[in-house]
Each structure stands twice: as structure tokens, then as C-alpha cells.
């Protein structure tokens, strides 16, 4: 994207800034990506915010965490070690060490014998990072706008879960 549009790496391109057709050639890289490495899985988790309740409700970050833990813990516990990467904004200052707690905490409660690093990094000095963003775009654009064409595109590559709905 960064090439086709002739823009520096630099400059980090958004999931909200990328053009529909954008989205669709990114959406049909995903199964292109499966196919050549089907090890590589593709997951996400959609909430209703509405419909959570109230104890949820009043903590967002309680809320991040039991998403978290219903997204990546089985597949987390598939392996020696994962490096985890989540996006330092989505962390507040007074929590960072809390998702790698609390996920340390549900991985020992599976049995599970892993080594766990949670590293936060900034989307722009993260290409993975800004990956997730454009595929999580495409996920929210359909439950949110119900913009479909992307969505339709990568949904068969994408193990997606549901809360709340």
C-alpha cells in the first residue's frame, strides 16, 4: 500500500485512510497469505458494547481483558512461547502490566507451560500492528456500516468470534 501509494513508511497509513478498492486488494491478500501459510491463522472478536452488562460496562479495560483472553488464549496455549504485541495505545499507562497478568494468570489455569512476553509497541513502528488495523477496519466497517465488499472478501480467511450479539 505504502509503494502503490508512493507514501514513506514513516508516514503510517490508517485503517479509516485506505481507499475501498484499497481494501479489497487487501482483503484478498488475506486468502492469498492462508494459502502459501496455513499455519498463519487470521482471528478476531466483535462486541456488541451495548448489549455487555454493567459490570463490563464500567470497566473497559475488565472488558479488553476477558476479549483478549476469549481470542488468544487457546491458540496461545498451542506454544513454548508467544511474543505478544499489542498496540500501545490500547494499554492506559496505570494498566500496561495488567492483559499480560491476567493472561499469564488464565494461561496457568489451562495447565498451559508458556513462556509469555508482552512487549506494547506504537502502530507506526509496526507493520504487523498496522496489519491487524487494516483487518480489524474491514471487520468493524461490515458490523458498523454494514460495508460489506472487504469484508466479503476476507471473512473466509478470518476465524471470527462474537460477544454479546
Known amino acids: 500500500m505504502y509503494k502503490h501509494r508512493g507514501r514513506s513508511a514513516r508516514n503510517e497509513l490508517k485503517s479509516v485512510q485506505l481507499s475501498s478498492g484499497e481494501r479489497a486488494a487487501f482483503a484478498g491478500e488475506l486468502a492469498k497469505i492462508r494459502a502459501k501459510h496455513p499455519d498463519i491463522r487470521f482471528v478476531t472478536i466483535t462486541v456488541r458494547k451495548e448489549k455487555a452488562n454493567s459490570a463490563f460496562r464500567r470497566s473497559p ?14 491458540v496461545m496455549s498451542e506454544y513454548d512461547s508467544v511474543c505478544f504485541i499489542p498496540d500501545a495505545r490500547s494499554l492506559k499507562i496505570e494498566l500496561k502490566h495488567s492483559l499480560h497478568e491476567y493472561l499469564c494468570t488464565e494461561l496457568a489455569g489451562r495447565g498451559a507451560e508458556i513462556m509469555l512476553q508482552t512487549t506494547p509497541w506504537e502502530s507506526k513502528d509496526s507493520f504487523s500492528l498496522q496489519f491487524v488495523d487494516w483487518m480489524a477496519g474491514i471487520v468493524w466497517a461490515h458490523h458498523e ?3 460489506g465488499d472487504a469484508y ?11 460477544l454479546f450479539f
Open 152 to 162: 466479503k472478501s476476507a471473512s473466509p480467511s478470518i476465524a471470527q468470534r462474537w
Open 61 to 74: 479495560n475488565g472488558l479488553y481483558n476477558f476479549m483478549a483472553k476469549l481470542l488468544l488464549l487457546e
Open 145 to 147: 456500516h454494514r460495508n
